[in-house]
């Protein structure tokens, strides 16, 4: 069973701080792992993904990987409010476009103005 | 680029109705559309993969006749919610890639079975 893990939050993080989101992953064949924002009652929106180990940056958000360790985290430097929303991790096996994703249950992180 | 559009956006049924929900990439071919589910304050879960001209693969749990997946062409999916009833009330979110790494999602569909 193929099974990805968040704290479900809620999170809350001053404004301006950096917000720390983990994730961890149960199934070792997973190759890419994927960062998505939902606000409520709609659909998600891609952040970014990664699939190698280390640390991949884009604007305020960095994501890093630890295959070892089956972690994946997102960090958001200079929080915003607008940055409230809930925060899924997803995890697919293969390395191309095949594989649906695997969801976790999402992270809800509060920036507090 | 990457856009990625559901009709209907919202639709209320009786039970016992059918109801086709369209997915279409607008500004790319994609080889592969999936279907996720999304019940209240749940995560999204993955109902089923269809690569345009073959059958879809559904996942464990997911009944096939009674969720009509049809990938006709590059750019259209369809999910079709047969005999509906008050427990398929749920937000139907589709995506759809290209081959790479990324999936796109669409905007989601809302069904609410009375």
């Known amino acids: 069973q193929k099974e990805v893990e968040q704290n479900s939050g809620p999170l809350s993080v001053p404004e301006g701080a950096i917000a720390s989101l983990n994730c961890t992953y149960s199934d070792r064949g997973s190759q890419s792992f994927f960062w998505y924002r939902q606000y409520s009652g709609k659909s998600p929106e891609l952040i970014m993904f990664?699939?190698?180990?280390g640390d991949k940056e884009d604007g305020r958000f960095t994501a890093q990987l630890n295959k070892a360790s089956q972690y994946v985290s997102l960090l958001i430097r200079d929080s915003q409010p607008s940055d409230s929303a809930t925060y899924l991790c997803a995890a697919k096996q293969s390395g191309g476009g095949a594989d649906g994703l695997t969801f976790g249950k999402g992270t809800h992180l509060i920036i507090q103005p | 680029g990457a856009v990625v559009s559901q009709h209907p956006s919202r639709v209320i049924c009786k039970s016992g109705t059918s109801v086709k929900i369209e997915c279409r990439s607008l500004d790319f071919q994609a080889t592969t559309m999936f279907w996720y589910r999304q019940f209240p304050k749940k995560s999204l879960m993955l109902m089923a993969t269809s690569n345009e001209g073959s059958k879809a693969t559904y996942e464990q749990g997911v009944e096939k006749d009674k969720f009509l997946i049809n990938h006709a062409s590059l750019t259209l999916s369809t999910l079709t919610v047969t005999s509906a009833h008050p427990e398929d009330s749920s937000f139907y979110i589709c995506s759809a890639a290209s081959g790479k790494e990324t999936q796109y999602f669409g905007p989601g569909t809302r069904l609410l079975v009375l």
């Open positions: 990664i699939y190698s180990n």
